[in-house]
């Protein structure tokens, strides 16, 4: 079964520090990854996704994230933190031809001045 | 192009009592999605369809929720009755396609607090 852990719940970072967020995955089968942002009352929306092309996956807003097969992981990553990335961001896996995503717990990105 | 529709967007019941979300999912879109966000947690796939017919619905608890896609375009889920381990926000989503790549998007969800 397939499923996504992401460390640290609440990650708090200083506007123009570098952001990162971790996820790891678990899947029996070649996995696509997905990384979604969702502002307070509003819908998910996808960041990015890893479909078993290039490992490394540029976003929108400048994010990026790099698939590590040895490491199973997805880490989400962006140079340079703005005020408006405060978000919660949620790391989701599906495999094959089963289009069911599951859910990591999400983190909480909280930008300071 | 027109997101994913959901109405209403915010509900509050007291438990025992039934209540029916609505989505509408982007035009030419074959898969729909209904997720169950709780505080704190991600989203938890409740059921999927393609087209009008069921292809997961392993994770609803069919005790008390229904879901129905008759024209294979808009969607209800309903729950009968509530509990208040229910309050939850309610997503619903499409793709073009059912496969593992495609991107799921996601309406705005109805909040649903059960008292």
């Known amino acids: 079964a397939q499923s996504v852990t992401q460390l640290g719940s609440h990650v708090s970072v200083s506007e123009g520090a570098l952001v990162l967020l971790r996820c790891n995955y678990s899947?029996?089968?070649?996995?696509?990854l997905f990384w979604y942002v969702q502002y307070p009352n509003q819908g998910l929306q996808l960041l990015l996704k890893?479909?078993?092309?290039?490992?490394l996956v540029k976003g929108i807003n400048g994010f990026e994230a790099e698939f590590k097969k040895s490491e199973t992981s997805f880490h989400l990553t962006k140079p340079s933190a703005h005020m408006s990335d405060a978000a919660e961001y949620f790391c989701?896996?599906?495999?094959?031809?089963?289009?069911?995503?599951?859910f990591g717990t999400g983190t909480r990105l909280q930008v300071t001045l | 192009e027109a997101g994913v529709a959901q109405s209403p967007r915010y509900k509050i019941i007291e438990k025992r009592q039934s209540v029916a979300f609505w989505c509408n999912p982007i035009?030419?879109?074959?898969?729909l999605y209904w997720y169950q966000q709780i505080l704190g947690q991600g989203p938890k796939l409740l059921i999927q369809?393609?087209?009008?017919?069921?292809?997961?619905d392993s994770q609803l608890p069919k005790d008390r929720f229904s879901a129905e896609r008759l024209k294979g375009v808009d969607s209800t889920l309903k729950i009968q009755p509530a509990k208040l381990e229910d309050s939850a926000v309610y997503l619903c989503?499409?793709?073009?396609?059912?496969?593992?790549?495609?991107?799921?998007?996601f309406g705005p969800g109805t909040r649903l607090l059960v008292l």
């Open positions: 369809f393609q087209n009008n017919g069921v292809v997961d």
């Open positions: 890893y479909t078993s092309a290039a490992t």
């Open positions: 035009s030419g879109h074959a898969t």
């Open positions: 899947s029996s089968v070649p996995p696509y």
């Open positions: 989701a896996v599906s495999e094959g031809q089963a289009s069911k995503l599951t």
């Open positions: 989503a499409s793709s073009l396609g059912g496969s593992g790549r495609e991107t799921q998007y």
